[in-house]
């Protein structure tokens, strides 16, 4: 069974960083992506970042390039989003999901493997 660990999260001020980790296990072969997805409070769900685990690709949300960066760990099994100079807009629960068709695109549909999440909270 495919399974996605995320943690990482905490309370941080404007300014200053957090790495998110994101642990998954369980697939049969190494052609998916991982994205990273937030949901703010009162707002849906949004992409930020994604990684293709067979050639390494990324993509970016605008908002957060030049501040974040995904990479990936293929022996650990461990996709990471470093945040750089956060902001209060990044205040969200940030998920990791998993397109086993490894397309690496924003939109939720794509992804049908969901971690439960875990809290940032970027204070001003």
């Known amino acids: 069974e495919e399974q996605l660990v995320e943690s990482g999260g905490g309370l941080v001020q404007a300014g200053e960083s957090l790495r998110l980790s994101c642990v998954h296990s369980?697939?049969?072969?190494?052609?998916?992506?991982i994205a990273w997805f937030r949901q703010a409070p009162g707002k849906g769900r949004e992409g930020v970042s994604c990684i293709r685990r067979r050639d390494g690709t990324t993509d970016y949300i605008e908002s957060v390039k030049g501040r974040f960066t995904i990479a990936s760990d293929l022996a650990k099994n461990t996709v990471w989003l470093q945040m750089n100079n956060l902001e209060p807009d990044d205040t969200a629960i940030y998920y990791c999901a998993a397109d086993i068709w490894g397309s690496c695109g924003f939109q939720e549909y794509l992804y049908n493997v969901w971690g439960q999440g875990t809290q940032v909270t970027v204070s001003s």
């Open positions: 369980g697939f049969t072969d190494d052609d998916y992506a």
